[in-house]
């Protein structure tokens, strides 16, 4: 099985959205841009955020098989997607990628 990178490129804030829907939480993220993890055999690496996994698992488990092309060419690299956590408010987007 291939070895595949995650990597947190940019997270969105959305604080118009916090103040009208969100309860105030002190901690909610701590996935930083540039923060890099490799997943083996398609399993999820130590330290990735649970729900980060939740929604790039799929696909991470689809690149470690070697498949690919998402959706008919939808990146320009087929052996990769990006992918944004489920987090409504504060999105962060992954880049997910064989290592080759």
């Known amino acids: 099985m291939n070895k595949v990178r995650i ?3 940019r997270q969105t804030v959305y604080p118009d959205l916090m103040a009208k829907y969100e309860n105030p939480i002190e901690h909610t993220c701590d ?3 540039g923060q890099q993890w490799i997943s ?4 999820c690496p130590e330290g990735m955020c649970p729900s980060a996994w939740y929604s790039m698992r799929e696909f991470v488990e689809s690149l470690a098989r070697g498949e690919g092309n998402f959706y008919d060419g939808w ?3 087929p052996l990769s997607a990006m992918i944004s956590c489920n987090d409504g408010f504060r999105p962060f987007s992954f ?3 064989v290592v080759e």
Do not use: D, L, S
């Open 95 to 97: 880049y997910i990628e």
């Open 40 to 43: 083996e055999n398609g399993k």
């Open 7 to 9: 990597t947190a490129i």
């Open 31 to 33: 996935v930083r841009e």
């Open 75 to 77: 990146m320009k690299n």
